[in-house]
């Protein structure tokens, strides 16, 4: 049997190690949380779990050395440390994370020990590639031009479980969903870059039509251009890929930036109630809030909701402005017994042909979590199977691309796509004809 290191024990790890369970691998599961890793192989036989940080350098290399794949569920940060040993040790290394510039730099080092350091190998980055290529691909060996490629991405409480006035509930850490509305953003736009401060990202919502009965509203994402590049699009005028949420939730957010509740630099010296830090930061006197507090009423129900205006409810957390925010939202925003959350994806196209056709292409993947507390989530299971199937190919020498890599070359939709419908994940895809006058409208 083959042996493959998984590091990390989060919430996205249960798919990924009941797969290659499933799949008679022996695996060790090295994390810092000896317990959580324990409970996540209960029940299970050949599966060793140990203590590893992966920043004693001697310890990595030495179980690297002893697996022939690595799969790091760690902090991207922390994946270099991670690569640097796979490449001395020759072995291959699978995340669901953004290819950094640092992972990008072991690419030649990669081919030379005829490795694959696969990156983004997870739902949004990972599935949302393959989806795309297959796609994009289809297209131009027809001999069709894309001119408009727009991509949502969303982690969303499922429609009958959007209860709160937030919209929002956190099966993710709360701190990355804030931290990731502070980025300047760059798309396409008529052939043209937009640079979008991070001042103004949550000012105007994009509409997205999803042809769902969900109201949905996104933001760009931090630079969709490279994707120009990466999905081999020399011809395209409007790139966007974004994020979405329920309509309301990004006002919301926006007031709170603001006010100052998401500013991760600064720490507030203070001991008292929410009223009263409110006040503070917005230079009103405490009996004015909430009357005289300059956010919109949607903010104030979602504020009231939250307890905000509740003389009795003391700011108990320290840190930064963002850190006291974020303790008060993952108090409230949770997911209760049984409800699930969803993993939804979006690709829309804006195609023509060489007869003159004009069609836009949608693909569409709609996941639905087991239900908090009886399986797995939908995140989860978007991020942790591809990562799965991804290493399972690997050790059987199906995927054969070398370097450090994102799954944009056709052996991967081909491939991974089919074993992700194995496992109840599929995209949908309908094509409508349209005139040229819809063909050219804006479409951001």
């Known amino acids: 049997m083959s042996q493959v290191l998984i590091l990390g024990s989060g919430l996205v790890a249960g798919p990924l190690l009941e797969y290659l369970h499933k799949h008679q691998y022996s695996i060790t599961l090295a994390s810092q949380f000896l317990e959580e890793a324990q409970e996540l192989a209960k029940g299970r036989n050949h599966i060793l779990c140990k203590t590893l940080n992966v920043s004693d350098e001697r310890a990595l290399s030495e179980e690297v050395s002893q697996h022939e794949i ?30 950094s510039d640092e992972m990008a730099t072991f690419d030649e080092q990669a081919k ?39 991509s949502w991405g969303a982690g969303l409480p499922s429609p009958e479980h959007n209860d709160n006035p937030f919209g929002y509930k956190f099966a993710w850490a709360p701190k990355g969903v804030l931290l990731a509305m502070l980025n300047q ?53 409007d790139l966007l890929r974004g994020t979405l949420r329920y309509e309301g ?26 009223p009263q830090l ?35 409810n003391l700011v108990s957390q320290s ?13 409230k925003l949770v997911f209760d017994q049984g409800e699930k959350d969803m993993a939804f994806l979006l690709h829309k196209f804006g195609v023509s042909y060489p007869d003159g056709s004009h069609r836009n292409i949608m693909s569409k993947l709609k996941l639905f979590g087991d239900g908090e507390g009886l399986g797995y989530s939908a995140m989860a299971k ?31 939709y081909t491939h991974i796509l089919p074993l992700l419908k194995d496992e109840g994940i599929e995209c949908e895809e309908s094509i409508a004809e349209v005139s040229r006058e819809e063909f050219f409208r804006e479409l951001l």
């Open 70 to 99: 690595v799969v790091s569920f760690i902090p991207y940060a922390l994946h270099p440390l991670v690569a640097k040993q796979c490449i001395k040790h020759g072995k291959h290394l699978v995340t669901a994370s953004y290819l």
């Open 112 to 150: 030379e020990q005829n490795i694959t350091i696969l990156n983004e190998m997870g739902f949004d980055p990972g599935i949302d590639h393959l989806s795309a290529m297959s796609i994009i691909d289809q297209v131009h060996d027809a001999g069709g031009s894309i001119r408009s490629f727009i």
């Open 185 to 237: 953003a760059r798309y396409l736009k008529n052939g043209k870059d937009v640079i979008c401060p991070a001042t103004e990202l949550l000012k105007s919502p994009l509409q997205a039509w999803t042809g769902e009965e969900m109201n949905l509203s996104g933001y760009p994402n931090r630079d969709s251009i490279p994707y120009k590049t990466a999905y081999g699009l020399d011809e395209l005028q």
């Open 249 to 274: 939730y990004l006002e919301i957010m926006q007031d709170a930036k603001i006010l100052g509740l998401l500013d991760n630099t600064n720490s507030p010296e203070f001991t008292g109630s929410w």
């Open 278 to 312: 409110l006040a503070q930061m917005a230079n009103i006197p405490e009996a004015s809030v909430p009357s005289e507090l300059a956010v919109s009423s949607r903010t104030k129900e979602a504020f009231e909701w939250l307890g905000l205006f509740d003389r009795e």
């Open 319 to 331: 840190g930064t402005y963002m850190d006291i925010f974020c303790n008060a939202l993952e108090n």
């Open 382 to 412: 978007a991020v942790g199977t591809p990562a799965a199937i991804a290493t399972h190919l690997l050790l059987e020498g199906v995927l054969t691309e070398r370097g450090s890599i994102r799954p944009t070359g056709r052996e991967y």
